[in-house]
């Protein structure tokens, strides 16, 4: 499955088989990078807010959260909001890549 950009760009790319759940995560995480890389960052905050609270079990879920703050710091620039998510990471899914990645945000 591929997901391009208006101009054609490759956004995102999954090869293989993903159960229903991980599917739709996945798809919608790759909605949200559609709007991130446009600089949408509200519509992308809601996309990986999306993912990361209706498919908190899921694989994709610690990449959703850190993007849904790294999104909302991109809109406001708040950065309160990385150590917040730098916690959550560390409590819900420690050891992850995401976990380790927020690790300079205090995590």
């Known amino acids: 499955m591929l997901v391009?950009?208006?101009?054609?760009?490759e956004?995102?790319?999954l090869e293989g088989y993903l159960p229903?759940?991980?599917?739709?995560?996945w798809l919608e995480l790759a909605l949200g990078r559609l709007a991130f890389?446009?600089?949408?960052?509200?519509?992308?905050?809601?996309w990986y807010g999306g993912v990361a609270?209706?498919?908190a079990q899921t694989t994709m879920a610690p990449e959703a959260a850190y993007y849904r703050a790294v999104s909302h710091y991109k809109g406001t620039?708040?950065?309160t909001v990385l150590?917040?998510?730098?916690e959550e990471l560390k409590e819900k899914y420690p050891g992850s890549a995401w976990q380790l990645r927020s690790l300079p945000w205090g995590g």
């Open 4 to 9: 391009f950009d208006s101009f054609g760009h």
């Open 11 to 13: 956004r995102a790319r």
């Open 20 to 25: 229903r759940e991980e599917f739709r995560a």
């Open 37 to 46: 890389v446009t600089k949408k960052y509200q519509d992308a905050e809601r």
């Open 53 to 55: 609270e209706h498919y």
């Open 77 to 79: 620039n708040d950065h």
């Open 83 to 86: 150590h917040s998510v730098a």
